[in-house]
C-alpha cells in the first residue's frame, strides 16, 4: 500500500477567538501538484502555513511521508519536515551573492557538492551566469527564480508556494509558471500552491482544493472542477459562465429561454423541478443562422480571444468566448447557437 506525501485529517486552526480552518482533509500521493484556490481570507495560506510548520493545529493532524508532523500539542519543526519554501516576499540575504543565497540551505555538504548543486540549482532557473551578483542587482522575476532555486537545493520533498509570482506581471507570472511546472515535474517534488488565480490553478495542478469561509468546498481534478461543479459556489469561482433558469421536464432534459436543453446523463432532479442551468462561454457559438437573438452587452479583450455577456430578451445573459477575429461592439445584434455536450444543473434554493 502506498503511503501518501502529504496528508491532512481534518485539520482545524483558530487565531484568538476565530476560527479560521475547519475540517480540511485531503492527500496528496509523491509528485502530484495542488493548488489552494478560493476568495481572500478563505483560509488558504494560513492551511499552507500549518503544513509547513509554522501553525499550530488546534484539531487534527498533518501527515508527512506517513510521519506525524503536526497534531494539537504538538507541532514539527518547519526545518525537520523535509520542506521547500517560497513566498511572495523573496527573503534573500541582501549581503550574499546569488551563489551563497542558493547555498545557504546546504551547509552540511562538502564544498565541492555545494558549488555542483548551486551550478545544477542555477542552471534549473536560467540564472547560470548571474551567481556572483547581489539579490538588489537583479529585477523582480530573477530575485524569485534565486528565491525557487534556494528552496530547490536541499532536494525537499516537498514544496510549498504561497503566490509566489503575484507581484509579477501577467507575461513573466505565465512564463515562469511554466518553468516552475517544468522543474517539479524533473524534480519528482510534490508540491501545494496557494493561489487566487484560477487559469493558474487549472495549469498548474493535478488536484485543486477550493476553499470558502475555512471549509473545503471541494477537492477534485481541475477537469472536474470546472466540468462538474459540486455546488453553486464552485461552479461560480471557477471558470466564466452564465445560469438560466429551467424546468426538468423528464430523464435528462430541461426547458429554458433558449430551448430545451439535454444532458448526456440523467439528471438526479424529479420532472418539474425548478432549476439553474450553468451554460460556460464554449457552450455558446456565434452563428449568423442561429436560432437565439442576443445583443452584446459586454465585450472583454484580452488578446487572442474576447469574451462576450450576451443579453436575451427576457434580461436573463449567456457568455460567449471567440477567437479575437469575431470582433462585435457592444449593442450589436449576435445569434447564436447552443453547443453545450455537458450539462450543470443546480435545484433552485
Not at 565541492?112 to 547581489?134: I, S, T
Not at 542587482?137 to 520533498?157: C, D, N, T
Request: glycine share 8%.
Amino acid at each position: 500500500m502506498t503511503v501518501a506525501l502529504l496528508k491532512l485529517e481534518h485539520i482545524a486552526c483558530r487565531y484568538d477567538s476565530e476560527q479560521v480552518v475547519r475540517d480540511i482533509s485531503f492527500s496528496l500521493e509523491s509528485g502530484q501538484i495542488a493548488c489552494l484556490l478560493g476568495p481572500s481570507g478563505c483560509g488558504k495560506t494560513t492551511t499552507l502555513r500549518a503544513i509547513a510548520g509554522l501553525e499550530p493545529l488546534t484539531d487534527g493532524r498533518i501527515l508527512i511521508a506517513g510521519q506525524e508532523a503536526s497534531r494539537p500539542g504538538f507541532t514539527l519543526a518547519p526545518e525537520k519536515r523535509g520542506l521547500g519554501m517560497v513566498f511572495q516576499e523573496h527573503a534573500l540575504f541582501p549581503h550574499l551573492s546569488v551563489a551563497d543565497n542558493v547555498a545557504f540551505a546546504l551547509r552540511k555538504l562538502s564544498p565541492q557538492q555545494r558549488q555542483q548543486r548551486v551550478r545544477e540549482c542555477l542552471a534549473m532557473v536560467r540564472l547560470d551566469n548571474l551567481g556572483e551578483r547581489f539579490p538588489h542587482e537583479l529585477s523582480g522575476g530573477q530575485q524569485q527564480r534565486v528565491a525557487l532555486a534556494r528552496a530547490l537545493a536541499p532536494r525537499p520533498r516537498l514544496m510549498l508556494l504561497d503566490e509566489p509570482f503575484a507581484s509579477l506581471d501577467l507575461d513573466l507570472r505565465r512564463q515562469l509558471n511554466r518553468e516552475l511546472l517544468g522543474i517539479l515535474k524533473l524534480e519528482g517534488i510534490t508540491a501545494v500552491m496557494v493561489t487566487h488565480d484560477q487559469e493558474e490553478a487549472f495549469a498548474m495542478a493535478s488536484h485543486i482544493a477550493i476553499l470558502r469561509a475555512g471549509e473545503l468546498v471541494q477537492w477534485d481534478s481541475p477537469y472536474r472542477i470546472y466540468h462538474s461543479p459540486g455546488n453553486r459556489f464552485v461552479a461560480e469561482f471557477a471558470g466564466h459562465g452564465a445560469f438560466l433558469a429551467g424546468k426538468v421536464i423528464a430523464g435528462s432534459e430541461v426547458s429554458t429561454v433558449v430551448g430545451e436543453l439535454a444532458s448526456e446523463q440523467p439528471l438526479s432532479l424529479p420532472a418539474g423541478a425548478d432549476v439553474d442551468v450553468l451554460l460556460r462561454p464554449e457552450d455558446i457559438v456565434p452563428d449568423v443562422d442561429g436560432p437565439i437573438a442576443t445583443r452584446v452587452l459586454e465585450r472583454t479583450f484580452t488578446g487572442a480571444n474576447i469574451l462576450y455577456r450576451l443579453g436575451l430578451a427576457n434580461g436573463e445573459h449567456l457568455t460567449c468566448l471567440t477567437g479575437s477575429h469575431v470582433d462585435l461592439a457592444v449593442g450589436r445584434e449576435c445569434r447564436v447557437q447552443i453547443a453545450a455536450k455537458h450539462l450543470v444543473v443546480f435545484a433552485r434554493s
